[in-house]
């Protein structure tokens, strides 16, 4: 029966996962000062899952069944060239799909699907600067981050799809700003800290968020068409917060 599922049925989900890496420091060469690497490779294997998707035109969850593999690579690094600044980066290779997956109600079995919302390729990368000067430290920000294109989810179908939505790339600033100078005048006050900064800070319009309807949420001929969830525009922020 469509929407119904005999619990009594399921599997416990079976994951037999392998991970190998390998971890660099580098303390003091040339520009370089603790300068860290880590990379790894990781393999899961996912069988016997349920996968549950609530349809709003018919007010029922269906349940697909479905067994995946999940691989990819990571990568991080970082480095201090003096006290004043700190440099980073990330970046993740992913690469997941099913190795079967079933619809419920008999629908067409897939093999090696990608996994929907499950981007290929993310990244990040930041630098920090921090700078004393009579009793404020300052500590200004910048951090990039990209995240590549991902395969939609069809409603419709109860199945991933083939179409794809945009990659998208969000970079924010912040400078936060310590002090102990009002120590004196505040008992066991330890440090004041003032956070500013910008979310966003190039307005990028994105949507991290995309699907294909099956029609119920806007009703009449929508079924089909790809519904959004925008991301936010830019935005800013200020925080004051204390130390005792």
Avoid: C
């Amino acid at each position: 029966m469509d929407g119904y599922i005999d619990l009594n049925s399921l599997k416990p989900v079976k994951s037999t996962d392998y991970e190998v890496g390998a971890k660099f420091l580098v303390h003091n060469w040339m520009l370089l000062h603790n300068f860290t690497f880590n990379v790894n490779y990781y393999h899961d294997s996912l069988a016997n899952e349920t996968i549950a998707t609530f349809l709003s035109n018919i007010s029922q969850t269906k349940f697909a069944a479905a067994d995946a593999v999940v691989n990819g690579v990571n990568i991080a690094m970082a480095d201090n060239p003096s006290w004043n600044w700190h440099l980073f980066a990330n970046l993740a290779l992913n690469h997941s799909y099913y190795t079967s997956y079933t619809p419920q109600g008999g629908g067409t079995t897939l093999y090696g699907a990608n996994v929907s919302y499950s981007p290929y390729l993310t990244m990040s990368a930041g630098i920090d600067y921090r700078y004393y000067y009579h009793g404020f430290l300052f500590s200004p920000q910048f951090v990039d981050q990209y995240t590549s294109s991902e395969y939609l989810f069809n409603n419709g179908t109860g199945a991933p799809s083939h179409q794809k939505q945009p990659g998208y790339n969000v970079s924010n600033l912040s400078l936060g700003i310590k002090t102990t100078r009002l120590n004196p005048y505040i008992p066991t006050l330890k440090d004041v800290k003032l956070s500013v900064g910008i979310y966003n800070l190039f307005d990028a319009r994105y949507n991290p968020i995309e699907y294909i309807t099956s029609g119920g949420y806007f009703g009449g001929n929508s079924a089909g068409a790809i519904l959004a969830d925008p991301g936010a525009p830019r935005q800013y922020f200020m925080t004051v917060s204390a130390k005792f």
